[in-house]
Nanobody, 121 residues
């Protein structure tokens, strides 16, 4: 089995910062892309940022210049540094990994359980 476990969410004031972490564990042969998505109440899940196995990154326009995605390949962990947070960043943030399961030999998307980020004064 494969597990993605997120941490680092919480309550922060506008203009503040948070760092999210997501560690993948289990029967992992290899990981391709990893990323972060978010879902606000009453809205669809949307892409925040992704990072490829080669380190190329992609960001939603709404977070460019404020958020930074990074990855520790040895630890199978992806991070999201969020600066200059705004109330509209409030959402549940989900980690995603496209990986090859060493047990099933199947490559597919896996999701974490989500972590709440609330930006409010």
């Amino acid at each position: 089995q494969v597990h993605l476990v997120e941490s680092g969410g919480g309550l922060v004031q506008p203009g503040g910062s948070l760092r999210l972490s997501c560690a993948a564990s289990g029967s992992i042969f290899s990981i391709n892309d990893m990323g972060w998505y978010r879902q606000a109440p009453g809205k669809e899940r949307e892409l925040v940022a992704t990072i490829t196995s080669g380190g190329s990154t992609n960001y939603a326009d709404s977070v460019k210049g404020r958020f930074t995605i990074s990855r520790d390949y040895a630890k199978n962990t992806v991070y999201l540094q969020m600066n200059s947070l705004k109330p509209e960043d409030t959402a549940v943030y989900y980690c995603n990994a496209d990986l090859l399961d060493s047990r099933t030999k199947v490559s597919r998307d896996y999701w974490g359980q989500g972590t709440q980020v609330t930006v409010s004064s």
